[in-house]
């Protein structure tokens, strides 16, 4: 074995797990929280504002309002990472994928699962402090696994998204229920399985649904209340068609009939209403400029573009609108009329970035399903560069057809969902990948009232390889710094800490610790189910913390589990 590697095996580590985890559980919400830890866990807009520097918290699920998911921690280093071990294992009720990323207030731990559950934990020890399973209503419609990505926190509240598409409030100390509001109608198609951000008292929160025929959104509701405030929806009324954009953002022409699109759109406008345009990922906020940046997902249907024509705006494109208000400031489109599912997903990263003339500006990038992060200027959208590609390009773009037309990049990327890190010091990127060579299948479907309408398929070809890699980017150039292939194709999302250490896991139950400078792997842990969610680190009483969960991904079918995994230093 490498000495600068250390593999340690989940059985190892069983009897600590058993040992630290709370004696019962409870089901719905009860138990007061012990008052040992996290007696004052109430988050006010001061340190949801300065959490980027808070290493004794993790705020947000990206870390902060920037989503640059870095941490200033550095405890745990490239010196000692090697001598990692597991301080305590939290098993769920749920034994079902997993994406949830641990908020961590005070020494309190607040993780999700699949079908809505909210545990708050001891944060140092496992001990379950309270249990929450949302009652789901008749109808739960989603594509792409009954997951959830974890809560937001403000106040003394903690906030859910739910599968039939509610938005809910729940005490932070007790975990009972203080509000409950409808977000969208679950029998047209919407869900939610976003974790919600918080700023000024408002709840933002987007929408999935795409593969259904909704008309997208970004709501914002009263955190006090419920109320909603406003409503920002990414299929635009009027001017959906866009400018009839013939190429993609680097400039490869998408072959695109546009007399034909144009004949349509002149004989039906009114498809606006079922476009799709779900928003999949917690927006970033610039608190500074009261903007709000999200990314938006794909058409409905998704393949079959016949009967929507145009550039389907704003779906595949970054969006920046008014936090206050809700209106459009700019958007930038990736892919128009997109026919493969080749949506903007992962969620934006603020960082100041180095312009065409070498000037440091204000930016936001995007690593998109395409394989590419792009770099845009924060205060216009702008594209300022673009990286070089992380995956094959071969065969893009290839339109769809009743046989099928072989594709490199498959449907789900590139960068999928998963959510990027950044580590400024070194204007560094580091976004993980996927690998999966697809077919794409058209025919033609109408709407069909809130059910699954693909339009066609993508289908995994027999017997072809499927991997990934972890890349990182340097974002001032756009060239690739260092990749690491990986057995599985990549799903889940990246950590990095001033420690100069990347995290993250793979399908195949594997948890790895990268150098951020050379990309080698310094430590691995396998979990046993697969690790497709992103890691976060805290600190409780000097001591730093990696927690992440291993529940395995409903999409590409990667082994079932119910664990989060918290490690430490001896």
């Given at each position: 074995m490498n000495k600068h590697i250390q593999q340690c095996t989940l059985a190892a580590c069983v009897l600590m797990a058993i040992?630290?985890?709370?004696?019962?559980?409870?089901?719905?919400?009860?138990?007061?929280?012990?008052?040992?830890?996290?007696?004052?866990?109430?988050?006010?807009?001061?340190?949801?504002?300065?959490?980027?520097?808070?290493?004794?918290?993790n705020l947000h699920v990206n870390g902060n309002y920037a989503n640059t998911r870095y941490s200033q921690a550095r405890q745990i280093n490239t010196g000692n990472v090697s001598k990692l071990k597991p301080a305590f294992v939290f098993q769920t009720a749920v034994v079902e994928s997993m994406e949830?990323?641990?908020?961590?207030?005070?020494?309190?731990?607040?993780?999700?699962?699949?079908?809505?559950?909210?545990?708050?934990?001891?944060?140092?020890?496992?001990?379950?402090?309270?249990?929450?399973?949302?009652?789901?209503?008749?109808?739960?419609?989603?594509?792409?696994?009954?997951?959830n990505r974890g809560v937001a926190v403000s106040g003394d509240r903690v906030f859910i998204g739910t599968l039939d598409a509610k938005l809910v409030a729940l005490d932070a100390k007790s975990g009972k229920q203080l509000w409950e509001t409808e977000i969208a109608d679950p029998?047209?198609?919407?869900?939610?399985?976003m974790a919600p951000v918080v700023a000024d008292g408002k709840v933002l929160i987007g929408t999935n649904g795409g593969e259904y025929g909704i008309r997208g959104f970004v709501k914002a509701f009263d955190a006090s209340s419920g109320k909603l405030v406003w409503t920002f929806y990414t299929i635009p009324e009027k001017g959906h068609e866009g400018v009839w954009a013939t190429k993609d953002a680097v400039g490869r022409d998408m072959h695109r009939d546009i007399a034909a699109e144009k004949a349509e759109l002149g004989?039906?406008?009114?498809?606006?209403?079922?476009?799709?345009g779900g928003v999949w990922m917690t927006p970033a906020i610039d608190r500074k400029a009261g903007l709000v940046?999200?990314?938006?997902?794909?058409?409905?249907?998704?393949?079959?573009?016949?009967?929507?024509?145009?550039?389907?705006?704003?779906?595949?494109?970054?969006?920046?609108?008014?936090?206050?208000?809700?209106?459009?400031?700019?958007?930038?489109?990736?892919?128009?009329?997109?026919?493969?599912?080749?949506?903007?997903?992962?969620?934006?990263v603020l960082v100041d970035v180095k312009d065409e003339h070498g000037k440091t500006v204000p930016g936001v990038i995007h690593g998109g399903k395409t394989g590419f992060i792009y770099v845009h200027d924060r205060r216009d959208g702008h594209l300022i560069r673009h990286s070089a590609p992380m995956v094959p390009q071969d065969g893009v773009w290839s339109l769809p057809s009743p046989t099928g037309e072989r594709m490199e990049l498959g449907?789900?990327?590139?960068?999928?969902?998963?959510?990027?890190?950044?580590?400024?010091?070194?204007?560094?990127?580091?976004?993980?990948?996927?690998?999966?060579?697809?077919?794409?299948?058209?025919?033609?479907?109408?709407?069909?009232?809130?059910?699954?309408?693909?339009?066609?398929?993508f289908k995994t070809i027999p017997g072809g390889k499927q991997t990934g890699n972890v890349t990182a980017v340097d974002y001032n150039t756009g060239k690739i710094l260092w990749q690491q292939p990986t057995d599985e194709p990549m799903m889940g999302g990246a950590l990095a800490t001033a420690g100069d250490l990347v995290f993250a896991g793979e399908g195949n139950g594997s948890f790895k610790a990268y150098h951020a400078k050379s990309g080698k792997?310094?430590?691995?842990?396998?979990?046993?189910?697969?690790?497709?969610?992103?890691?976060?680190?805290?600190?409780?009483?000097?001591?730093?913390?990696?927690?992440?969960?291993?529940?395995?991904?409903?999409?590409?079918?990667?082994?079932?589990?119910n664990s989060v995994f918290v490690f430490a230093l001896n």
């Open positions: 040992s630290a985890m709370a004696a019962d559980e409870i089901t719905g919400a009860s138990a007061a929280a012990d008052q040992a830890i996290g007696a004052n866990i109430s988050v006010d807009q001061r340190m949801l504002d300065n959490a980027a520097s808070d290493v004794k918290n949830t990323a641990p908020v961590v207030v005070n020494g309190v731990m607040y993780i999700t699962t699949s079908f809505d559950h909210v545990y708050a934990l001891d944060a140092t020890t496992g001990k379950e402090l309270w249990h929450y399973k949302q009652k789901l209503g008749p109808v739960a419609t989603y594509c792409c696994g009954p997951n029998d047209k198609g919407y869900s939610e399985t004989r039906d406008a009114s498809f606006y209403q079922t476009l799709g940046f999200f990314t938006v997902g794909n058409p409905s249907p998704d393949l079959y573009g016949a009967k929507r024509p145009g550039d389907n705006l704003y779906t595949d494109s970054l969006v920046a609108i008014d936090l206050n208000t809700g209106e459009y400031r700019w958007h930038y489109q990736y892919v128009a009329h997109d026919v493969w599912d080749l949506d903007a997903v992962s969620p934006p449907a789900n990327g590139g960068v999928e969902w998963s959510p990027m890190a950044v580590h400024p010091g070194h204007s560094a990127a580091y976004a993980v990948n996927l690998l999966q060579p697809m077919t794409y299948h058209v025919e033609a479907a109408d709407y069909p009232g809130g059910k699954l309408w693909l339009g066609g398929a792997v310094l430590w691995q842990f396998q979990c046993g189910a697969g690790v497709n969610a992103p890691a976060v680190t805290y600190t409780v009483k000097g001591k730093q913390y990696i927690a992440v969960a291993a529940g395995g991904n409903t999409q590409l079918d990667f082994k079932r589990g």
